[in-house]
C-alpha cells in the first residue's frame, strides 16, 4: 500500500508539471476567466467570497487533517513539520483571512471554481502526504543553505504577496467604484506585484524542500500567474494613458 501511494503520488507530481505548460498555453491563448474579466465569460457564477473560500479550503484541509492522523510517520521530524507548516500557513491566510477582506469582488465563473477546487484538493493531497509520509530529511536538514535560503525566500514572498493585496483592497475609497492605478510596494516596479510574491513563496518552499512535488507546484504558479500578470498588464496600459511605462510585468526590472 505504501508503495502504490508512492507511486501514485510520484505519478501526480509528473501530471501537474505536465499542467503546468497546458495552463501556459492555454491561458496565453484565452486569457484568466476569473476576477475582472469575468464579464468576459458568461455563464454561471459563484460569488467571490464562497468561491475563494471552497476552492482554496482542501489546500488548508489536508495538511490538518495529516497533523492530526496517527500514521503521519515523517511528522517526528523537525524539517517536514516546518515545511508542512509553511505550506499551511499560506493556505490559512488564503481560505480565512483573504475571502474575509474581500470587498466587493468580482463573481467567479463556475468552470474556473471549479478548476481550483480541483486542483488545491490534488496539490494539497500532493504536498501533504508526501511531507507527513515520503520525505526523508537529516534532522539538521532546517541549518542547510538550500532550506535557509529558501525559507527566507519563502517567508519574503508571504509579506509581499500580504502587502500587496493590501494595497489593491485599498485603492477606491469608501463609495468609489471603477479601477485604479496600484501605488507603493512592489507596484512601482511591476504591474502584478501580489503575483510575484506568490511566485516568490513557492520557489522559496521548492527550494526548502529539495523536492519533485514541492518543484513541480513552483512551476505551475509561475505558469498560471505569469500569463494572468501579463494579462494584467496589457489590460492597465490599455485603460490608463498614465500609466507607467518603465513598470515591468512581474519580476522587477527584468520582464
Known amino acids: 500500500m505504501v508503495l502504490d501511494e508512492l507511486f501514485l503520488l510520484d505519478s501526480l507530481a509528473y501530471l501537474e508539471g505536465l499542467m503546468a505548460f497546458v495552463v501556459f498555453v492555454m491561458l496565453s491563448l484565452v486569457g484568466s476567466p476569473y476576477g475582472r474579466y469575468s464579464s468576459q465569460h458568461p455563464g454561471r457564477c459563484v460569488p467571490a467570497r464562497p468561491a475563494w473560500f471552497l476552492q482554496e479550503l482542501p489546500s488548508m484541509a489536508w495538511p490538518l487533517f495529516e497533523c ?12 517536514n513539520r516546518v515545511l508542512l507548516a509553511m505550506f499551511l500557513i499560506h493556505y490559512v491566510q488564503r481560505t480565512l483571512v483573504f475571502p474575509a477582506l474581500i470587498r466587493g469582488g468580482k463573481a467567479t465563473p463556475l468552470f474556473s471554481f471549479a478548476a481550483a477546487f480541483l486542483f488545491c484538493a490534488c496539490n494539497g493531497y500532493l504536498q501533504s502526504r508526501y511531507l507527513s509520509q515520503f520525505a526523508v530529511y537529516a534532522e539538521d536538514w532546517v541549518a542547510h543553505p538550500c532550506f535557509l535560503i529558501g525559507f527566507a525566500l519563502w517567508l519574503l514572498g508571504l509579506v509581499i504577496n500580504i502587502h500587496s493585496d493590501y494595497i489593491l483592497r485599498n485603492l477606491r475609497k469608501p463609495g468609489e467604484t471603477g479601477y485604479k492605478i496600484p501605488r507603493g510596494g512592489l507596484f512601482e516596479y511591476v504591474s502584478a506585484a501580489n503575483y510575484f510574491g506568490e511566485i516568490m513563496e ?30 494584467h498588464h496589457r ?16 519580476i522587477p526590472f527584468v520582464i
Open 202 to 231: 513557492w520557489c522559496g518552499f521548492a527550494l526548502s524542500s529539495w523536492s519533485l512535488p514541492s518543484a513541480v507546484f513552483a512551476l505551475f504558479t509561475f505558469s498560471a500567474l505569469f500569463t494572468r500578470a501579463k494579462q
Open 68 to 79: 492530526v492522523r496517527p500514521t503521519a510517520a515523517r511528522l517526528g521530524n523537525l524539517p
Open 235 to 250: 489590460w492597465y496600459h490599455e485603460k490608463f494613458e498614465d500609466y507607467p511605462k518603465s513598470r515591468k510585468i512581474l
